[in-house]
């Protein structure tokens, strides 16, 4: 029977305790959610700064449909590219400080367009093992072009000086998430600057995680490291976690950024995304830059659950950021953890391999400025009682 494979595949993931399923959300995201018909406190989502579900960005999305209509009806390189479009990268140019934009409609769609396209013939990439699986898929585009790519240990500045200094490859990337999704550890972006004027390498960043967050009035990690926006950095962020919407752009150079619109084939190949999604945007993109107190309470919230989970039997990775994981271990163990939480009324899913490596299935903390005191004192008892 044509589909025997499929059907044994997916009998051992269920086996090996790997099967996913999908939640039915039944509310706008937000601090409380009502999911497959129960109301929850949600610690799921990437909404870091509580905009998803804010009024403001709403009307003008609203808004936006009625003057733009519902779609963008072609790439922006044929007839899709709209007034809203334009504006939008511009604000975010003028938020990140380089000189120029591109809009995406996925930070996906972003991350496959920018190391392929950069990389090219003869180049080597070094990307650091625990990038996003995005930032993995356009490593593997890169080598079928005829990139060579080598992989360095997380966060090894040695190892990836060792790789550097070993290639005479012409063009060199350094490719690297700046907050690791799955760990909420930042990336030593000084060092890895560093290391790119020394070697002449470009510095990919996907700052999907730390835009809207980090740095001076949201800016990012780049900012909040205080690196300059320099024309060998290529930033990648995206719109739909702390920006609270959907989307991406890639930050750079007038050179760079034009050469990914001429050459990106996911930037060139895609329907540009609804106007209306870019007013919402813009409406965002100006909430972020006045978002300082959203942000100090956030970073309130991070040091209240640290603080409270600092004795608990499973370890909270080391992570000044939104994204705080329990690690549990076993991926059973993991599931039963987030069922019972989920039986408190609070929502942590498990996450478990290959989205993490064999043995560190963990709960995935995910805090936003939405979320109270009062919240976070909620998780902190249910953990101890269940630990």
């Not at 360095?152 to 998430?177: F, R």
């Not at 740095?215 to 950095?233: D, E, Y």
Request: one cysteine or more.
């Amino acid at each position: 029977m044509i589909e025997t494979r499929l059907t044994a595949e997916l009998k051992a993931l269920a086996d090996a305790g790997l099967s996913r399923r999908r939640r039915i959300l039944e509310s706008p995201c937000g601090r409380r959610v009502t999911v497959d018909g129960e109301n929850l406190l949600n610690f799921a989502s990437n909404d870091y700064l509580g905009l998803a579900g804010h009024a403001e960005i709403a009307q003008a999305l609203a808004a936006g449909a009625i003057k733009w209509g519902a779609g963008s009806g072609a790439s922006h390189l044929v007839s899709g590219h709209q007034s809203p479009h334009e504006a939008l990268e511009k604000e975010i140019a003028a938020l990140t400080g380089f000189p120029r934009a591109l809009t995406f409609s996925t930070g996906y769609l972003a991350n496959l367009a920018v190391t392929p396209t950069l990389a090219g013939r003869g180049a080597a990439v070094f990307a650091d093992k625990l990038n996003h699986a995005s930032l993995i898929d356009a490593m593997q585009l890169a080598k079928a072009q005829g990139a060579e790519v080598r992989r360095y240990p997380h966060n090894d500045m040695a190892a990836l000086e060792s790789m550097l200094a070993g290639t005479a490859a012409p063009t060199k990337l350094i490719v690297s998430d700046a907050v690791f999704s799955m760990d909420g550890d930042l990336a030593p972006l000084p060092a890895l600057f560093a290391l790119a004027e020394r070697y002449d390498a470009w510095l990919i960043i996907d700052d999907a995680h730390g835009f809207g967050v980090l740095g001076a009035h949201g800016a990012g990690s780049l900012a909040h490291f205080n690196l300059p926006p320099s024309p060998r950095i290529v930033l990648m962020g995206t719109l739909g976690k702390a920006a609270g919407v959907g989307g991406a752009f890639v930050a750079g150079s007038h050179s760079s950024i034009d050469y990914l619109l001429q050459k990106g084939r996911s930037y060139i190949f895609t329907t540009a995304q609804p106007p209306a999604l870019a007013c919402a945007l813009s409406k965002s993109l100006q909430l972020i830059a006045e978002g300082d107190a959203r942000r100090a309470h956030l970073m309130a919230r991070i040091a209240q659950l640290r603080d409270g989970l600092s004795h608990l039997p499973q370890p909270l990775l080391p992570s000044i950021t939104a994204i705080q994981p329990l690690i549990v271990g076993d991926n059973d163990a993991a599931v039963q953890l987030s069922q019972a939480l989920w039986e408190r009324r609070l929502w942590l899913p498990a996450i478990r391999p290959p989205t993490v490596p064999p043995g560190t299935a963990r709960l995935r903390i995910s805090l936003s400025a939405a979320h109270t005191e009062a919240d976070i004192d909620a998780l902190i008892s249910a953990l101890h009682a269940l630990t």
